[in-house]
């Protein structure tokens, strides 16, 4: 089993920034992606950022520039660096990790960007 705890979620204004940071235990492959999350009210979660343990990144359209998604092997733990927020990046951010075609979550940290 994996557990996934993020912290750094808040408040800010518009052109702030935040960084957000999921600490990851238990079984860990070592092949494995590890991803952040969004959901907005009302909307479909979707990817925001993900890294495999390759260090290869992929990010959504409306991020890219602005975001950036890292790891801390030694530590077991992902980052999310957001720069130049905008009040559509509102929303709740989860970390997950996908090893062996299996998903796990994290309950998510809230993010709000306010205009």
């Known amino acids: 089993q994996v557990q996934l705890v993020e912290s750094g979620g808040g408040l800010v204004q518009a052109g702030g920034s935040l960084t957000l940071s999921c600490a990851a235990s238990?079984?860990?492959?070592?092949?494995?992606?590890m991803g952040w999350h969004r959901q907005a009210p009302g909307v479909q979660r979707e990817l925001v950022a993900s890294?495999?343990?390759?260090?290869?990144?992929n990010y959504a359209d409306s991020v890219k520039g602005r975001f950036t998604i890292s790891t801390d092997n030694a530590k077991k733990t992902v980052y999310l660096k957001m720069n130049s927020l905008k009040p559509e990046d509102t929303g709740d951010y989860y970390c997950?990790?996908?090893?062996?075609?299996?998903?796990?979550w994290g309950k998510g940290t809230l993010v709000t960007v306010s205009s």
């Open positions: 238990g079984s860990m492959f070592r092949f494995r992606v």
């Open positions: 890294i495999t343990s390759d260090g290869i990144t």
């Open positions: 997950s990790m996908n090893q062996n075609a299996i998903n796990f």
